[in-house]
């Protein structure tokens, strides 16, 4: 069975779904989560791993635009992806339960 393909709203290509992050916004506000097992109900926008396109990512704001939300927080998303980037910083939203804090 073929993996499903989603598209990075940071550089905007074309990859598996696994290769993939996906972000989803807490029930109730702007804050921004990672959905690891992704299981998480609501819109989901999806980043490469990669530090070039979390910050394009957040520079372009497309995160909020792919969760069709206003007011989103673009340094605590950033905050968010870099700590994915960066083993050292690791975020409790990756490496908790679903994503919940």
Do not use: F, K
């Not at 998480?40 to 791993?49: D, E, F, M, S």
């Not at 070039?52 to 909020?64: H, P, Q, S």
């Amino acid at each position: 069975m073929d993996q499903p393909v989603r598209t990075c709203v940071g550089c905007r290509r074309r990859s598996s779904q696994s290769e993939l992050i996906r972000l989803v916004a807490r029930p109730g506000t702007v804050e921004v989560l990672v959905d690891r097992r992704r299981s998480l109900p609501g819109r989901g926008a999806y980043v490469h791993p990669d530090p070039a396109c979390t910050e394009l990512a957040v520079r372009r704001r497309a995160i909020g635009r792919a969760l069709r939300l206003e007011g989103v927080d673009p340094t605590q998303v950033s905050d968010l992806l870099a700590s994915l980037t960066d083993p050292q910083q690791a975020s409790p939203t990756w490496s908790g339960s679903g994503g919940t804090a």
